[in-house]
């Protein structure tokens, strides 16, 4: 299997490489469309601020690349974001993968979301083996709202989508490299779906 973590200079990369290796998966980094194109998995990681992040995407042409990827994807934390139509971060516009925006957190709850939170509503076979309200690790200041393509939610002052997906992309707000067992599950589960979905 070849499995490919996006590489623009995002921050979270290399515990995702450590994670992956656990499941004795070698996960490449590249930024390179040809190879990104011929994966059979693609992680498109993210942690740092969106407007940055999207230049550098735009800068090496993964911005229109992304949006045409045929395999599964998973993006986690701000990677999940940037699939989004829209985030307050920078006022940035996203990849529109996922129909909804992603708003701040009020000043009603600490900010950011720093630590462990449970995780409900599961509807994806990214979730097999995986009980309703078990714990994920997060760290965040910004979430996805409510929309249809929500697959889990998560309280913290506000219900909000703390997993997305349309077709063959998925995001997850949390950070399942961190999250212990049940964070392997879920990378164990995103290597077992299907290759190529039509």
């Not at 974001?81 to 709850?109: A, M, W, Y």
């Not at 900010?111 to 979730?127: H, R």
Request: with cysteine; proline share 3%; charged share 20%.
């Amino acid at each position: 299997m070849k499995l490919i973590i996006i590489n623009y200079g995002a921050g979270n990369i290399k515990s995702i490489q450590f994670a992956f290796n656990r499941l004795g998966v070698e996960a490449v980094l590249s930024n390179n469309p040809e190879e990104i194109l011929k994966a059979d998995k693609i992680i498109f990681p993210g942690v740092g601020e969106a407007s940055t992040a999207m230049q550098k995407l735009k800068e090496s042409g993964l911005d229109t690349l992304i949006p045409k990827l045929n395999q599964p994807v998973l993006g986690i934390c701000l990677g999940m974001q940037l699939l989004c139509d829209f985030t307050e971060e920078g006022n940035t516009k996203g990849l529109g993968i996922f129909n909804t925006q992603v708003k701040r957190f009020s000043n009603n709850v600490k900010v950011p979301q720093m630590g462990w939170n449970t995780i409900k509503n599961l509807k994806s076979e990214l979730f097999s083996g995986i009980k309703e309200r078990e714990y994920m690790y997060l760290v965040h200041s910004f979430y996805a709202e409510q929309c249809d393509q929500a697959i889990a939610t998560t309280d913290y002052g506000i219900n909000y989508a703390s997993a997305l997906q349309h077709n063959n992309f998925f995001g997850v707000q949390f950070h399942p490299e961190k999250s212990s067992i049940a964070g392997e599950r879920i990378l164990e589960n995103f290597l077992k779906l299907e290759s190529k979905i039509s």
